[in-house]
Nanobody, 124 residues
Framework: QVQLVESGGGLVQAGGSLRLSCAASERTFSNNAMGWFRQAPGKERVIVAA????????YYSGSVKGRFTISRDNAKNTAYLQMNSLKPEDTAVYYC?????????????????WGQGTQVTVSS
């Protein structure tokens, strides 16, 4: 089973940027849609962005649309989340996940492989 490892989290001031990476252990990465989720303390895990297997289709939650960009490089088995204009409310643990399907899905139970998460903290 593919394994996912996130990196790129950290502490940033409001208005700053971070780029998260999600490296997959297998080439089958390119067969699956990918998603980025986040979970703030005391809150449920929610989807932030998703991308189809080819990268042709993307989805963004309303809270990040226009500020975040999801992308993937199937040759490198890596997905990315570029986060700009960060706000304190973006503070959370961010997880990447691989879906069972090739097409975009926003349903958490449609994802069967998850990374360990990376902390993003935005100070005001």
């Amino acid at each position: 089973q593919v394994q996912l490892v996130e990196s790129g989290g950290g502490l940033v001031q409001a208005g700053g940027s971070l780029r998260l990476s999600c490296a997959a252990s297998e080439r089958t990465f390119s067969n699956n849609a990918m998603g980025w989720f986040r979970q703030a303390p005391g809150k449920e895990r929610v989807i932030v962005a998703a991308i189809s297997w080819s990268g042709a289709s993307t989805y963004y939650s309303g809270s990040v649309k226009g500020r975040f960009t999801i992308s993937r490089d199937n040759a490198k088995n890596t997905a990315y989340l570029q986060m700009n204009s960060l706000k304190p409310e973006d503070t959370a643990v961010y997880y990447c996940a691989s879906a069972r399907s090739r097409v975009i899905t926003t349903i958490p139970t449609s994802y069967d492989t998850w990374g360990q998460g990376t902390q993003v903290t935005v100070s005001s």
